[in-house]
């Protein structure tokens, strides 16, 4: 989110003008950023003040701003007390002026240096937001420029090249890829026109409905990707779950995609059409939905599927990366093996630090299999470097044995094939040389880019990466 959004949404809740949906964006932002939470409490006593010194004249009783705070979790600090005005005088006493002519001089600054905009136009333009525009790649629009934390309401967005991806406030995460014709009808109903989408739909937006110029599709809980070429004609492919699909403009009875399937049809058409499944077409977008912004070097994201999971997937030339579970409450501590930032060096001690119990997290398996097997002598013969890149803060690294097979229930892909082969990376230790052939990972300092050097041995070299949700 920036600035000028965070403000808009701040002076929304301080008139007490903020509906739900944006309560539970700025919620997020103030989880996420202490700053953030400074910024709000200034505010918050900020208004507080001119409400108890700034209006004396006009009333015996004002009163202070008694909102709740958007997230109480989060221990912000009350605003300043009741006012307590004079009730023997309807004129402030000097110190009351000198304060609020203070603070009015304070607030009128802080306006001018955050070019705080009318707020009246803040309440038509975020009272409507829907979606938030968390992240852009090569993106150009057709008729204005968009910056990442702009908000959406109902109406059309034309990508002309280059990908965008739309954070919905229901918590359904959407990518677009240009050229695209889109338009967003409401929380959980939106419109493809032309161009490619793929979606990931969390419990609390199931229902999410995508409609094109062939067939409607209704999530049940998933993640899908729909394609509409220039004549309508559209494919749907089921990652995981299933959808609903059903003709644009018929009452037929929907018909149920489960994941691993794809269907097409065309506008008018009579039938609505298996297909092959392939990822193909949704190979840029999907990553991004998913939480993968970038992924460079020798690294590749794998196509989503039933058949494509951990351990039944092999790659001699790149480091592969694939999204496991999401959502995941930890009910316990989690036992990891790096949780610091920097280089994941081998030591010999048993108390590191877990990742506590009460958060929610999504797990991806980082993975250097090549085909068929190599002996601890050829180790050199296969050697894969690259970076990757989440969306949210990395928790922690598993990369050991025991560690992985420990987590596998809880983490581990649903339709993985872990085995018990010996399995796990070989981290560098302290006294090892520049080149001693053992594997490098490295946690960049913002917690969300792995730096990885990976080399082939007798056992799969494989690392769990535990990212936060919140």
């Known amino acids: 989110m920036n600035d000028e959004q965070f403000l808009r949404l701040t002076t929304l809740y301080l008139e007490e003008a903020i509906d739900a949906c944006d309560l ?11 700053d953030r939470v400074r910024q709000f409490n200034d505010l918050r006593l900020l208004a ?6 700034g209006y004396a004249v006009e009333s015996e009783g004002a009163t202070d701003l008694e909102t709740n705070s958007p997230a109480e979790s989060a221990n912000f600090n009350s605003p300043a007390g009741s006012s307590g005005a004079n009730a023997e005088s309807h004129f402030p006493s000097r110190r009351a002026t000198a304060i609020a002519l203070a603070v009015l001089a304070t607030a009128a600054t802080l306006l001018l240096v955050l070019n705080w905009p009318d707020t009246t136009r803040q309440r038509d333009e975020t009272a409507t937001a829907i979606a938030t525009l968390a992240y852009t790649s090569h993106a150009r629009w057709g008729s204005e420029e968009r910056a990442l934390g702009d908000g959406f309401g109902k109406g059309k967005l034309h990508l002309e090249v280059g990908l965008a991806r739309l954070d919905f406030c229901n918590g359904a995460t959407v990518t677009l890829q240009g050229p695209a014709e889109f ?21 609390s937006a199931v229902g999410f409905e995508v409609v094109t110029p062939a067939m409607d599709v209704v999530d049940l809980g998933t993640a899908f990707g729909v394609s509409v070429g220039a004549d309508g004609e559209t494919d749907v492919c ?28 065309k506008p008018e058409a009579d039938s609505i059409d298996s297909v092959d499944y392939s990822t193909e077409r949704y190979e840029d977008a999907w990553p991004v939905t998913s939480g993968v912004l970038q992924a460079t070097g ?6 989503p599927g039933p058949d494509f999971v951990p351990g039944r997937y092999e790659d001699s030339e790149r480091i592969l990366v694939f999204l496991e579970r999401s959502q995941v409450l930890l009910k316990s501590d989690l036992k990891v093996n790096v949780t610091e930032l920097g280089q994941y060096i081998r030591v010999r001690r048993q108390d590191k630090q877990p990742i506590a119990a009460g958060q929610v997290v999504r797990s991806y398996l980082l993975q250097f299999n090549p085909i068929g097997e190599f002996g601890r002598k050829e180790a050199d013969g296969a050697r894969v470097i690259g970076q990757i890149t989440f969306d949210r803060p990395i928790l922690g690294l598993i990369g050991g ?11 581990g892909h649903p339709l993985g ?5 010996l399995r796990g990376i070989e981290p560098t230790r302290p006294d090892d040389l520049p080149d001693s052939g053992r594997d490098n ?5 913002d917690r969300r880019t792995l730096s990885l050097d990976l080399s082939a041995s007798s056992a799969v070299d494989q690392i769990r990466v535990i990212v936060s949700e919140q």
């Open 48 to 53: 507080g003040l001119i409400n108890e010194h």
């Open 24 to 34: 539970d964006l700025l919620n997020r932002d103030l989880a996420n950023s202490p």
């Open 298 to 303: 020798l690294t590749k994201f794998v196509s």
């Open 401 to 411: 044995t025991k560690l992985l097979n420990a987590s596998d229930e809880q983490l």
């Open 441 to 445: 990972v490295t946690l960049s300092r």
């Open 238 to 265: 089921v990652f995981e779950g299933e959808v609903e699909v059903s003709h644009s403009v018929s009452e037929d009875v929907p018909q149920l995609v489960r994941e691993g399937n794809a269907v097409r049809s």
């Open 417 to 421: 094939d872990y085995g018990d082969t």
């Open 183 to 203: 338009e967003i009808l409401s929380t959980d109903r939106t419109i493809l026109s032309s161009g490619i989408l793929t979606a990931s739909i969390p419990e």
